[in-house]
């Protein structure tokens, strides 16, 4: 995520980022944080095993292909992926 703000930073500084790299930014932002959250909800929880697995390894990939998704798929052209960004929104 921070790689991603400089890289924006450096855009905007030469006249502006585009609007779907900024949202993609956010994304990456907040998922971050709520991973944290998971992380104490888990153990609060007690989770382990193949439960634990699942639900930790759902949200890490909803946490990064979300924001990949819109970005390959708008800054790319790979417009395929963008159906794709609902289920990583529901993961």
């Keep these: 995520m921070t790689l991603v ?3 924006q ?3 905007v500084a030469g006249g502006g980022a585009p609007g779907w790299m900024v949202g ?5 932002g907040v998922r971050s944080i709520l991973a944290i959250v998971m992380g104490f909800a888990v153990d609060a929880f007690a989770l382990t095993g193949t439960l634990r697995s699942l ?3 759902l949200f890490l990939v909803g946490q990064w292909l979300l924001p990949v998704s819109v970005w390959v798929g708008v800054g790319f052209g790979v417009t395929v992926l963008l159906p794709a960004i609902f289920l990583w929104g529901l993961v």
């Excluded at 993609?24 to 990456?28: D, F, I, K, S, T």
């Design 55 to 57: 639900v930790t390894g």
């Design 24 to 28: 993609g930014h956010a994304h990456l």
């Design 9 to 11: 930073h450096s855009l």
């Design 5 to 7: 703000g400089m890289y």
